[in-house]
């Protein structure tokens, strides 16, 4: 931070140059209103922990709550009680297991406000942001609370000799997941990802961040009351250096969603026990806004795309790639929405974006755009932190003129920074896209629907939104969500959401006649008889 911005003094709703301050509404909720000492020991009640650690808010950086801090014997135990409880939870009818999904469905929208103040104060963000988590929370419980019992019903399927082989696939539970949940969505990243796992049959042991624990406990309280058994979720809190490696060498399966260095770690761990994982990497994810878009509407999507809590989002968009024919009339529509944002604090709808998370969100955010501007980029909006607001408040940020090797330009900044490129034709801005090692998310912009989707299948990202920056593709359950390249392995959501979890078995009921020579034939007779029945399976078209 610059000694100029130290000495910035501004008072609420004003700004010499930039972002304004959202007023606080008369009589709005404070930290202490909401995290009581009766809630956290509610919440904190069942969790596996010797020790204790404390949360803090963003907003302030003040003690949020103390917490349970787990160790490695707590993190044992806690595997011990889930397996213990998975047993009966496996043997409990599909049906049954998804109802439980439902009922939580219901609870988490009649009383969302409990879990936006929690959000918000854990994370930062602004209230509308922490309410892009409830709705993918509620999308997912009712996706897999209704669908769960088709995606793991038995399936029959073409035996080795038709009619004599009858063939059953079934899906068993995997036994206890290990997962290890991000701060930056601690609610759709905890409760959402453990959902298909426990529709599945499964227990979790689940690792949240220290910092957006409460979120997560809140979700498995309002869980347990819709009908899950209290042991088949366990949580255990600690630092991701001691208690991460303990959950990712437990689990039957490994469950992770942080950064693409971790990631790697976790996929080590899991390949060396023969298990299964499924990781949701980094992103430095691309927004192409073609020559015959609607520039109204992309300027308001490259908002949402961009700075959307605070964009500290996997698939938020960090590069924008625009037809050099409407940049400037691009850049005027963005930009003025850009520094009318309004920043703030408060526990109520209003601001248009939060606070950073950590000091070491803000340390990189600052460092990618003072070195981008120090190597020649311009600074468009924003470019300075905001202590006015709060210790780790920074503008929403526009950078143009960036370059290889400004750390910007191919580092995830994971913070609220954009860069703009203007390219010449399609073909150089779908190049310019894929050049990343990442490939997690994109969005492409114009206004023909068939030409975008053309463009969207060329692109190497494992989402890719038409005339939105990122909800479109994560909101839509019943299909397939992850990476390609160094975001990550597996998928979330649809049918491999669900079926990661499980263990497949095939079994073939062989009737009538052996898979060998019979009704006295010879090897050599047999074996011409097969040769002759599978040219015939062939002109039948059987599969």
Not at 520 to 536: I, P, V, W
Request: a neutral charge; hydrophobic letters at 40%; proline letters at 5%.
């Amino acid at each position: 931070m610059t000694e100029t911005q130290e000495s910035t003094s501004l008072t609420p709703g004003t700004s010499d140059r930039g972002n304004p301050v959202a007023p606080v509404p008369a009589g709005a909720r404070t930290a202490a209103d909401v995290v009581t000492p009766s809630l956290v020991a509610d919440l904190t009640r069942g969790v596996t922990g010797s020790g204790t650690t404390r949360s803090h808010t963003p907003f302030t950086g003040e003690v949020l709550a103390e917490l349970p801090e787990s160790t490695p014997e707590d993190v044992a135990a806690a595997f011990g009680a889930a397996r213990a409880a998975q047993r009966s939870w496996a043997a409990t009818p599909v049906r049954q297991r998804a109802a439980v999904l439902l009922r939580f469905h219901d609870l988490v929208l009649k009383r969302q406000s409990e879990v936006l103040d929690l959000i918000q104060l854990e994370t930062g963000k602004a209230r509308l942001h922490a309410h892009e988590e409830v709705q993918a929370v509620a999308v997912a419980a009712r996706h897999y609370g209704r669908k769960a019992a088709s995606y793991l019903r038995p399936r029959r399927h073409t035996g080795a000799i038709p009619t004599l082989t009858k063939v059953t696939e079934l899906r068993h539970p995997r036994g206890v997941v290990g997962q290890i949940a991000p701060w930056n969505y601690p609610f759709e990243l905890s409760v959402g990802d453990a959902l298909p796992a426990f529709a599945a049959g499964n227990a979790v042991v689940m690792k949240p961040d220290t910092e957006t624990a409460l979120t997560a406990l809140w979700a498995r309280r309002l869980l347990i009351e819709a009908g899950l058994p209290e042991g088949v979720w366990q949580v255990v809190i600690g630092e991701g250096p001691v208690v991460g490696p303990e959950v990712a060498d437990r689990g039957d399966y490994v469950s992770f969603t942080g950064s693409t260095r971790t990631g790697r770690e976790v996929a080590q761990r899991a390949a060396a026990r023969l298990v299964g994982c499924s990781l949701e990497l980094g992103g430095k994810n691309a927004m192409l806004v073609l020559e015959d878009a609607d520039l109204d509407k992309a300027a308001a999507g490259a908002v949402r795309g961009a700075f959307s809590s605070a964009g500290q989002l996997c698939i938020s968009i960090e590069r924008l790639y625009v037809h050099e024919s409407v940049a400037d009339a691009f850049l005027e529509r963005f930009l003025a929405r850009t520094r009318a944002m309004r920043l703030g604090t408060a526990l109520a709808y209003g601001a248009d974006m939060g606070s950073l998370v950590s000091q070491r969100q803000l340390d990189t955010v600052t460092r990618h755009v003072e070195e981008a501007a120090e190597k020649g980029a311009k600074v468009l909006a924003g470019g300075r932190a905001r202590p006015d607001i709060g210790p780790l408040f920074y503008e929403p940020t526009v950078l143009e003129g960036v370059e290889s090797p400004m750390a910007v330009c191919g580092e995830e900044t994971f913070g609220p920074v954009v860069s703009l490129y203007r390219f010449s034709d399609v073909d150089e801005a779908v190049e310019l896209a894929n050049a990343s090692p990442y490939g997690l998310n994109s969005s492409v912009w114009s206004t023909s629907g068939a030409r975008a989707r053309e463009i969207a299948s060329r692109l190497r990202t494992g989402t890719v939104n038409v005339n939105e920056g990122y909800a479109a593709a994560y909101g839509s359950a019943q299909a397939p969500m992850g990476g390609m390249g160094d975001s990550g392995l597996g998928r979330r959501h649809g049918s491999e959401g669900i079926l990661k979890y499980t263990e497949p078995q095939t079994v073939a009921h062989q009737r009538v006649l052996p898979m060998a020579p019979s009704l006295g034939m010879d090897d050599e007779k047999y074996a011409a008889f097969m040769s002759r029945s599978l040219k015939a399976l062939k002109t039948l078209r059987f599969r």
